[in-house]
């Protein structure tokens, strides 16, 4: 009796938009299978085709619920950053690196970071609603107004808040200490010397505190890599729009015969448009 031919096996990764189309309970999400040995590039290009977008903008994984936070990513910057090779030094005519911050500004961006801003967006959400009621409720036929009143308070929510991150901050926690005693704001900034641009982006430490960020390619990093060291990762894709996604690796199976792979195998809910029609 000849041999059991062994079966063919993949690689199965469950991936959560973090976008719900509205009407629908559940966030969407698609199950792939990827051939073994697919790098992260192969495994973004897979997600991306699950939910029917054109993969035409830079992305990355990364550690954290927030990317912009995240303390280890793997990005297709950083290929394109090796691509390039060492940098030559710039002709004179470059522009000088810009100036230093304020340092009033530099206040300003530490006493932010000790903001609890999840509690702050959720009474400006509520102010907005409360605003736009006071504005367009009065246009709008008596019928109407109770449905439109709700529709308002998910709109401002919905523009406002984003319940799925966590928006901690990102100074250490001995600077957040100091920050809270009396006199602490002129201490640190005392000790910050306002030398160069000490934060970059938004709540994200730059060169005067170092964050230690570990960086990585896409390009050739097996796609299980990042799961040996935590379970989920969120994959964003198109800096700027910032579509995020929970990214699982569900292990090793069996996979169908005579399937090409990367595959959807299962799939719930409907993929947000990448590029919605505004006018329609």
């Not at 897979?46 to 977008?53: M, Q, R, S, T, W």
């Not at 006493?111 to 605003?131: G, I, K, N, Q, Y």
């Not at 040996?228 to 069996?254: H, K």
């Amino acid at each position: 009796m000849p041999p059991t031919k062994k079966a063919r096996q993949m690689q199965v990764f469950k991936v959560v938009s973090r976008v719900k189309v509205q009407g629908e309970r559940r966030f969407p999400f698609r199950v792939v299978g990827l051939a073994p040995g697919a790098d992260l590039y192969a495994l973004a290009r897979a997600i991306v085709a699950a939910f029917d977008f054109d993969f035409d903008h830079a992305f990355g994984f990364f550690d954290g619920k927030n990317p912009y936070r995240a303390q280890v990513a793997y990005e297709l910057f950083k290929d394109m950053e090796m691509a390039q090779g060492p940098q030559r030094a710039a002709p004179p005519h470059v522009p000088a690196p810009p100036a230093p911050p304020a340092e009033a500004q530099l206040a300003l961006m530490l006493l932010l970071e000790t903001v609890d801003r999840h509690a702050l967006m959720r009474e400006t959400a509520a102010f907005l609603a409360r605003r736009l009621e006071e504005e367009l409720l009065p246009h709008a036929p008596e019928r109407l107004r109770a449905a439109l009143a709700g529709q308002l308070r998910t709109f401002a929510d919905g523009l406002l808040l984003d319940e799925e991150q966590d928006e901690g901050s990102s100074l250490p926690p001995q600077i957040r200490e100091r920050l809270a005693q009396p006199g602490g704001l002129d201490a640190v900034l005392g000790q910050l010397q306002v030398v160069g641009p000490v934060l970059s982006g938004p709540g994200l430490l730059g060169p005067g505190l170092p964050t230690g960020r570990e960086e990585h390619g896409v390009k050739g990093v097996p796609a299980t890599v990042p799961f040996g060291r935590q379970a989920t990762w969120t994959f964003l894709f198109d800096y700027g729009d910032d579509w995020t996604f929970d990214v699982t690796y569900q292990g090793l199976q069996d996979a169908p015969p005579r399937v090409r792979l990367p595959r959807v195998l299962d799939a719930l809910g409907t993929a947000p448009q990448q590029y919605p029609d505004w006018d329609a």
